[in-house]
C-alpha cells in the first residue's frame, strides 16, 4: 500500500537497506516522512518505493536530498568510505549514523563529518527489525545535542524509547557493545545449559521455562549490583565468590563428565580463580567486576 507523505514531516534520507535498514526507512514512512533511499542493490529498495519512498541515484543524491541522513551499513569505517565521495554535500545536514562500530570509530566518524560541515549524532538500536517504530526499540544517541533536538520527532518515529545520552559520540557504541556482551554471555549460557540437559534426555523446551525464570532472577539482581560496582564495595548478597569458584569447578567436572564442552565454564573458573587469589574470596561475586576490568597484560 503506498503511503502518503506528511508536508509538515522532516523529509529523511536512509543509506542502507539491510534487514535493519528497511525497517528504519519503513518506519519513517509509516510516519508521514518523505523518504529516500539508497542501497548498492537497487533491487532491494523496490518494496519501499511501492511504499511511497523515492530511490535516489546516487549517494550524493540520497545525501542532498534532505537535511537528516540517516546510515545502516556494516560499521562506522564502512560510513566514511561510502559517504567521503559525497561530502561536499553533507555541509549543513545532520548525519546520523545507526551502524554498528566501536567506540574509536565513532570519534573517528564525528571529526570526519565536522570536517565536511555536517553536524553527527551516532546511534545504538537495542532492538531488533521487527521492533522498529513500535513501543518496544530502544534507541541511543549521542553527539551533537543541537541536532538531536532538531531531529528528535523525527527520530521518534524509530521507536518509542529514543534517548539523548551525551555530547561524546562514543558512548553509543560502548553501550552497544556492553549489551552485545550481556545478550551473547546469556545466550551462551543457556545453550550450555541446554547442551547438558539434552545429554540426559531432556528436551530444549522443557529446559526453556526453567531458563527463563532463572533469567528473570538475575535480571532482578542487577541494579543492585551496579550499585555495588558504583561504589566500589561487594558485600555478600549469597555466598562468597570463593564458594562460586568452587561450585564452577562443579560445572566444569559435570560438563566433563556427560560429554559437553568445558571450555566456557573453565573461562569463568579462571578469572573467578584469579578474584580469589587477588584477595576478593570472601567478597560477592561483583568483585569479579576488577577482573574484567583489567586488561590481560596487566595481570
Known amino acids: 500500500m503506498t503511503r502518503h507523505h506528511d508536508t509538515d514531516r522532516t523529509p529523511v534520507t536512509v543509506i542502507g537497506l539491510g534487514r535493519m535498514g528497511r525497517a528504519l526507512a519503513e518506519a519513517f514512512l509509516r510516519d508521514g516522512h518523505p523518504t529516500t533511499v539508497w542501497n548498492r542493490t537497487a533491487a532491494k529498495a523496490e518494496p519501499l518505493v511501492a511504499s511511497g519512498a523515492t530511490l535516489a541515484g546516487s549517494v ?32 549543513g545536514r545532520v548525519l546520523v549514523n545507526l551502524s554498528t562500530g566501536t567506540s574509536q570509530a565513532a ?3 564525528a571529526e570526519w563529518a565536522a570536517g565536511w560541515g555536517a553536524a553527527y549524532l551516532d546511534g545504538a538500536i537495542m532492538g531488533t527489525p521487527a521492533a522498529i517504530g513500535t513501543a518496544d526499540a530502544f534507541l541511543l544517541y549521542n553527539g551533537s545535542r543541537p541536532a538531536f533536538d532538531e531531529h528528535e520527532a523525527a527520530l521518534r518515529s524509530l521507536g518509542a524509547g529514543t534517548a539523548y545520552l551525551a555530547e561524546d559520540p562514543a558512548l553509543s557504541a560502548l553501550h552497544e557493545m556492553a549489551v552485545l ?14 547442551a547438558l540437559l ?5 528436551d530444549a523446551t522443557t529446559f526453556a521455562p526453567v531458563a527463563k525464570a ?48 568445558t571450555e566456557l565454564p573453565r573461562f569463568l573458573a579462571s578469572l573467578a580463580d584469579r578474584a580469589v587469589n587477588a ?11 576488577e577482573q574484567f576490568r583489567t586488561p590481560e597484560e596487566k595481570r
Open 198 to 202: 539434552t545429554r540426559a534426555g531432556v
Open 279 to 289: 584477595g576478593r574470596g570472601d567478597d560477592g561475586y561483583v568483585a569479579m567486576i
Open 60 to 91: 550524493a543524491d540520497a545525501v542532498a536530498a534532505g537535511p537528516l541522513v540517516v546510515v545502516c551499513i556494516t560499521d562506522s569505517d564502512a560510513v566514511r568510505e561510502l559517504l567521503d565521495p559525497a561530502g561536499g554535500v553533507l555541509g
Open 214 to 261: 532463572s533469567i528473570e532472577t538475575v535480571a532482578g539482581w542487577v541494579s543492585g549490583y551496579a550499585r555495588q560496582i558504583d561504589s566500589g564495595a561487594y558485600p555478600v548478597d549469597d555466598i562468597t565468590l570463593g564458594a562460586h569458584a568452587v561450585a564452577m569447578r562443579h560445572l566444569i567436572d559435570e560438563s566433563a563428565a556427560v560429554g559437553v564442552s
Open 107 to 109: 570519534r573517528a566518524t
Open 181 to 194: 556482551s550481556l545478550m551473547w554471555n546469556t545466550m551462551n549460557g543457556f545453550l550450555h545449559g541446554a
